[in-house]
Nanobody, 122 residues
Framework: QVQLVESGGGLVQAGDSLRLSCAVSGLAFGSATMGWFRQAPGKEREFVAAMLWSTYYADSLNGRFTISRDNTRNTVYLQMNSLKREDTALYYC??????????????????WGQGTQVTVSS
């Protein structure tokens, strides 16, 4: 059974940092493209970052977020710095297990976590 479990969300102030984690089990993590997406109320789910060997980011982030992974712990991380109110959303991690890289569309991913809420106050 494949499981993706996000953690690390919370309520922070603008300018603060957070690190999200996603613990993965039940799939070959080392060969899976891992992605982070977010969805704000009333908006579509949007791409944030992805990584297999290389990293890919949404252009709008302007270098504030960093995706990383620890293949020994089957965990992917999202370090978020200089948070803004517009970063408020439910953040999801996702896994693609068929070898493609740089995937930016939710439909490209095979498995999803339940999400962790990030709320940024001004």
């Amino acid at each position: 059974q494949v499981q993706l479990v996000e953690s690390g969300g919370g309520l922070v102030q603008a300018g603060d940092s957070l690190r999200l984690s996603c613990a993965v089990s039940g799939l070959a993590f080392g060969s899976a493209t891992m992605g982070w997406f977010r969805q704000a109320p009333g908006k579509e789910r949007e791409f944030v970052a992805a990584m297999l060997w290389s990293t890919y980011y949404a252009d709008s982030l302007n270098g504030r977020f960093t995706i990383s992974r620890d293949n020994t712990r089957n965990t992917v991380y999202l370090q978020m710095n200089s948070l803004k109110r517009e970063d408020t959303a439910l953040y999801y991690c996702a896994a693609h297990v068929n070898g493609r890289v740089g995937l930016r569309t939710p439909d490209d991913y095979d498995y999803w976590g339940q999400g962790t809420q990030v709320t940024v106050s001004s």
